[in-house]
């Protein structure tokens, strides 16, 4: 089984200033890992992910997170946050064996943006 | 290319009630995930459909059901519903174990 703890449930940030949200998880196996954007009212968006390869992954729209096996984090970065970065935002994990499986979340981290 | 869609936005029912949600999956998925998500907390697993059989299953009890059709099409039905359902419920289609992409979600308030 695998879980996922965010540790901030609401970060506010200053526009233009960086930021960055905190995802560790735990498993007993390998796992794949993603960060989802959900805006209010809205489903769930794939924001980025690590499957494998380069621990460094990036976003079209500036964020990036870094898988971190020894820490067992995959922490959320941007250097400059915009307005519209404002929403609710998941780290997800999933076991990369084989068979069914399901995304286990975490909680959620806030990202509220003020101008 | 159409994303994943679902019906119907909004539901209330009331305790006892049965309740039927609906998912059509994004061109050329054939696999479907449901999740529940209560207010203030991330999504929870409910089960997978993959070529119209249970793929997997969460944490949730039997009156939580589902199909998938030929299309790949899925509905999730909640029997005996109970003030703790009340959620968003989140339909994610994939092709395959790849990467999922999730629905608008159908908010279900249960009275």
């Known amino acids: 089984a695998q879980s996922v703890t965010q540790l901030d449930s609401q970060v506010p940030v200053f526009e233009e200033a960086p930021v960055e949200l905190r995802c560790n998880y735990s498993?007993?196996?390998?796992?794949?890992l993603f960060w989802y954007v959900q805006y209010p009212n809205q489903g769930l968006q794939l924001l980025l992910k690590y499957l494998s390869g380069s621990t460094l992954v990036e976003s079209i729209n500036g964020f990036e997170a870094e898988f971190n096996k020894s820490q067992t984090s995959f922490h959320l970065r941007k250097p400059s946050v915009h307005i519209s970065d404002t929403a609710e935002y998941f780290c997800?994990?999933?076991?990369?064996?084989?068979?069914?499986?399901?995304?286990?979340f975490g909680k959620g981290t806030h990202l509220i943006i003020q101008p | 290319e159409t994303g994943v869609t679902q019906s119907p936005t909004h539901l209330i029912k009331t305790r006892g009630q049965q309740v039927t949600l609906r998912c059509s999956s994004q061109s050329g998925h054939n696999t479907v995930s449901w999740y529940q998500q209560a207010l203030g907390q991330g999504p929870q697993f409910i089960f997978q459909y993959y070529r119209e059989e249970e793929n997997g299953r969460g944490n949730f009890p039997p009156r939580f059901s589902g199909l998938q059709f030929p299309n790949y099409s899925s509905e999730l039905n909640v029997n005996a519903l109970e003030l703790d359902d009340s959620a968003l419920y989140l339909c994610a289609s994939s092709l395959g174990r790849d990467v999922q992409f999730f629905g608008p979600g159908t908010r279900l308030t249960v009275l």
């Open positions: 498993s007993s196996v390998s796992v794949y």
């Open positions: 997800a994990v999933r076991h990369s064996g084989g068979g069914a499986d399901g995304l286990t």
